[in-house]
């Protein structure tokens, strides 16, 4: 009886697929960074001498052609303080949908101050050649769903390249890398 479930279940996903699945990223490697980015530049993928980090949210890439592994970095995104972050790619044909999610902690509370944050994930099994990258930002506690920050194609034939996402500068919130601001607590006296 088990056996046969398990065949039918088999069965179902496969007529399902037979047409051709889309595919999903499935082994990643993501890291978030604390609060005021990586200390190592090479986890953004920038330069040793990368001084401009507080000018310009980047977005930047580099493609390892005999590993088939797209690494990339958004460098310097502003998000509140205090949460969750998390990064996520899935692949459908060509396309990569990038996904950084910035969700309240367990305690569901905001620090209300906006701090600089790198979001970094590395994706294997990627083809050289052209590839369309939309990269969302989903603040769950903010109405609207996840938002589009950048969509366009990607030459994978260059083995980097960076994209600026954002060219404000900002100042309060971006301090120096791997100095972090600690998140203020209160007490409640009964």
């Known amino acids: 009886m088990v056996s046969s479930r398990i065949w039918t279940a088999i069965a179902i996903v496969w007529a399902f697929c037979a047409g051709g699945c889309s595919s999903v990223a499935?082994?990643?490697?993501?890291?978030?960074?604390?609060?005021?980015?990586?200390?190592?530049?090479?986890?953004?993928?920038?330069a040793a001498e990368d001084g401009g980090y507080c000018s310009a949210e980047v977005l930047?890439?580099?493609?390892?052609?005999?590993?088939?592994?797209?690494?990339?970095?958004?460098?310097?995104?502003?998000l509140d303080c205090c949460g969750k972050r998390a990064i996520h790619v899935e692949r459908i044909d060509s396309l990569y949908e990038v996904t950084e999610r910035d969700a309240p902690d367990g305690a569901g509370d905001r620090c209300m101050e906006q701090c600089a944050f790198d979001l970094a994930v590395g994706v294997h099994d990627v083809p050289r050649g052209e590839i369309?990258?939309?990269?969302?930002?989903?603040?769950?506690?903010?109405?609207?769903?996840?938002?589009?920050?950048?969509?366009g194609s990607l030459d994978l034939g260059v083995s980097a390249g960076a994209v600026v996402?954002?060219?404000?500068?900002?100042?309060?919130?971006?301090?120096?890398?791997?100095?972090?601001?600690?998140?203020?607590?209160?007490?409640?006296?009964?």
């Open 26 to 46: 499935t082994v990643q490697d993501a890291r978030i960074s604390e609060q005021g980015g990586f200390r190592n530049p090479e986890l953004r993928l920038a």
């Open 132 to 151: 369309y990258v939309k990269l969302l930002r989903d603040v769950v506690d903010q109405q609207g769903g996840p938002a589009v920050i950048w969509s």
């Open 60 to 78: 930047r890439w580099q493609y390892d052609e005999p590993a088939a592994m797209l690494r990339l970095a958004d460098a310097r995104l502003m």
């Open 165 to 190: 996402l954002d060219e404000t500068p900002v100042g309060t919130g971006c301090q120096e890398k791997g100095t972090s601001r600690q998140r203020s607590k209160t007490v409640a006296v009964r």
